[in-house]
């Protein structure tokens, strides 16, 4: 009689995980059943958004606020965020490329949780579709961000800028200039180049792109992205970025 109530027990718990299995399944299978419905950009023209109703998990509208994700006090440089507004595809994509491949610009912080999954997901589907990523530090968790975000975008003179993105992402020690030198001597890298680089102004610049970008697309925080020309704020599953890469591939809609 005991073995049967334990069993019993055991079905019930494993009914009751399946359920609530079911249920968070639930969104994510109605939104890929409903596609995708999309609202333009106002301020970004030839770009656009999500709509909520299609299940997305991106946020905003047609209205921007052109203060959101940078301080007030946060100044940019001089004719950045005329210039990117001006060209926000050349400020989001690296050099143009040939072929059917889809654009897809990821602004991230090592140390935001989801980012750790998404890049993972971007690894996956790099590897079996026709994109081509390009990355944006935006260091908004603090000292070891900033570190972090320097050090790779200043381990691109050295050509190991992949490298050292995939260390940081598979540890969870918060970055010091200690740590850092370390990890540099693991990988071959010349420390005393890399520490100077990553004060260059190269990496300043590149890291005020971001920056312009935030203010000008209205990102609220890590992770986001913007594929081909639709733009995704926060999570999003793999098979949902999926389905939007060959949305975008599939040529023009609206």
């Known amino acids: 009689m005991y073995m049967a109530a334990r069993r019993q027990l055991l079905l019930l718990c494993g009914g009751a995980i399946l359920w609530v299995s ?62 990117v507004k001006a060209s926000p595809a050349e400020a989001l994509f690296d050099a143009p490329i040939k072929g059917d491949a889809t654009q897809v610009a990821y602004v991230f912080d090592y140390y935001c949780p989801y980012c750790r999954i998404l890049s993972g997901h971007l690894d996956d589907l790099a590897a079996t579709s026709r994109i081509v990523v390009t990355r944006h530090h935006w260091p908004i968790f603090g000292d070891a961000s900033v570190l972090a975000a320097r050090a790779t975008l200043a381990a691109a003179m050295q050509g190991k800028a992949d490298i050292l993105y995939r260390r940081f992402l598979r540890t969870s020690v918060r970055v010091t200039p200690r740590y850092l030198k ?24 590149s890291l005020d792109r971001t920056r312009a970008l935030v203010r000008l697309f209205a990102f609220v925080g890590t992770p986001a992205l913007v594929v081909g020309r639709t733009v995704v704020q926060g999570e999003i599953s793999k098979a949902r970025l999926r389905d939007l890469l060959e949305y975008e591939q599939a040529g023009p809609t609206s």
């Open 182 to 205: 370390q990890v540099a001597d693991d990988l071959d890298l010349s420390w005393p180049d890399l520490a100077r680089d990553m004060q260059s102004a190269p990496v300043t610049a």
């Open 22 to 83: 079911g249920i968070r399944a639930l969104p994510e299978f109605l939104s890929r059943l409903n596609g995708f419905e999309f609202i333009p950009l106002e301020r970004v023209p030839g770009f656009r958004t999500i709509s909520s109703a299609s299940g997305s998990t991106s946020s905003g509208s047609g209205g921007f606020d052109f203060m959101t994700g940078l301080n007030r006090g946060d100044r940019l440089p001089p004719g950045l965020m005329a210039q």
